[in-house]
């Protein structure tokens, strides 16, 4: 009896030993590593060309775009646990451009390790951030005048400027189209997406995820409310810019996550 408890305790024992040192191997996810972010610019399910290739919306109307840009902001990620990053903001402004390979993919450093299952941005500059002035906005209003993102600076900044020709069953001939979306009277038109992410990104110091975004731009005038180009082919201000703030907010979902 005596020897079949001394055998007990021994296993046990051991069985301690082994899940200690099994433990004791697992590296602690600690430090901090770096996160992309690639906005892959589409037109329904066709990938985007610039300039050359034609898409035809819902309304019969067939676009030539020759630009879409946008400033992303105020990114927060979340990890797993709930826990949330902010990213800081006097960093967390940039600008996407389609026409630029590195304006396509966006690069948020110091990032805590971790699992993280969500990320928010904004899409154009946020009230706070506008009305520290001129003189508060850092290089922001510099970059985003290079990138023909801004007004004069008492009407702001572009948070969007969606640019071409089209036709349509009634506008027989190449027409210019401009979509700039902004503050205007009575609205300031800044949005927020959230996106639940299919995997964890996996930030470690070794590791620099990339979440993989489409950004679906027939969703401007194609979204929960459809616009007619021939209609009105020049919407930069006014009530219509409610409607696209909230479609602007639909292009986005999220394609996959790299971690590697």
């Given at each position: 009896m005596k020897n079949t408890i001394y055998k007990g305790l021994a296993v046990l024992a051991v069985s301690i030993l082994t899940v200690?040192?099994?433990?004791?191997?697992?590296?602690?996810?600690?430090?901090?590593?770096?996160?992309?972010?690639?906005?892959?610019?589409?037109?329904?399910?066709?990938?985007l060309i610039l300039n050359s290739q034609t898409y035809t919306s819902s309304n019969n109307e067939v676009l030539k775009i020759s630009t879409i840009k946008y400033i992303v902001?105020?990114?927060?990620?979340?990890?797993?646990?709930?826990?949330?990053?902010?990213?800081?903001?006097?960093?967390?402004?940039?600008?996407?451009?389609?026409?630029?390979?590195?304006g396509q993919v966006i690069t948020l450093k110091g990032i805590p390790a971790g699992?993280?299952?969500?990320?928010?941005?904004?899409?154009?500059?946020?009230?706070e951030q506008y009305d520290l002035g001129l003189t508060g906005q850092g290089d922001l209003y510099t970059r985003a005048q290079a990138a023909g993102l801004t007004w004069t600076w008492s009407a702001g900044y572009k948070y969007l400027a969606f640019e071409g020709t089209f036709?349509?069953?009634?506008?027989?001939?190449?027409?210019?189209?401009?979509?700039?979306?902004?503050?205007?009277?009575?609205?300031?038109n800044y949005a927020e997406v959230s996106l639940a992410l299919p995997t964890k990104a996996q930030v470690r110091t070794t590791v620099t995820p990339e979440?993989?975004?489409?950004?679906?731009?027939?969703?401007?005038?194609?979204?929960?409310?459809?616009?007619?180009?021939?209609?009105?082919?020049?919407i930069m201000g006014g009530s219509d810019l409610v409607n696209i703030t909230k479609n602007i907010t639909e292009m986005f979902t999220v394609a996959h996550v790299h971690n590697d």
């Open positions: 200690s040192c099994s433990n004791d191997d697992k590296d602690p996810v600690s430090g901090i590593g770096n996160l992309e972010i690639e906005y892959d610019q589409s037109f329904g399910s066709n990938d902001s105020n990114i927060v990620l979340t990890k797993s646990d709930g826990t949330e990053f902010i990213y800081p903001k006097s960093d967390s402004y940039f600008i996407i451009d389609e026409s630029s390979t590195d699992d993280y299952t969500n990320v928010k941005f904004g899409i154009g500059v946020d009230k036709t349509s069953p009634t506008v027989t001939t190449d027409t210019a189209f401009m979509i700039h979306n902004g503050q205007s009277t009575g609205n300031y979440i993989h975004l489409f950004v679906d731009v027939d969703k401007i005038i194609d979204g929960s409310t459809k616009f007619k180009l021939s209609d009105n082919p020049m």
